[in-house]
């Protein structure tokens, strides 16, 4: 019962993480970086960012990514972090 009273309240704690509420602050941020090209050494410090900016761009990035088409997933992580174009 503690937890289906808890889940009411919108888990607003995490646990191992920060609180629900800063977690949506830095996501909805990201976004909007992303969605305004506005790269920083913070965001690229961020592992997802990366990803999140060239899913959000990706009319623009679409024949650059295309060099990355044959690849398994692992090997494309790895190659797109070490030369992103931005």
Do not use: C
Request: no cysteine; net charge neutral; charged share 25%.
């Amino acid at each position: 019962m503690p937890s289906f009273l808890y889940a009411t309240t919108g888990f607003e704690h995490v646990k191992y993480w920060a609180p629900r509420s800063t977690i949506f602050s830095s996501a909805n941020s990201n976004f909007q970086d992303a969605k305004n090209k506005n790269i920083n050494s913070e965001n690229l410090t961020q592992e997802g960012f990366i990803f999140l900016y060239y899913y959000v761009n990706y009319k623009d990035y679409k024949n650059y990514l295309s060099q990355y088409k044959d690849l398994d997933y692992e090997n494309f992580k790895e190659k797109i972090k070490l030369s992103a174009e931005f």
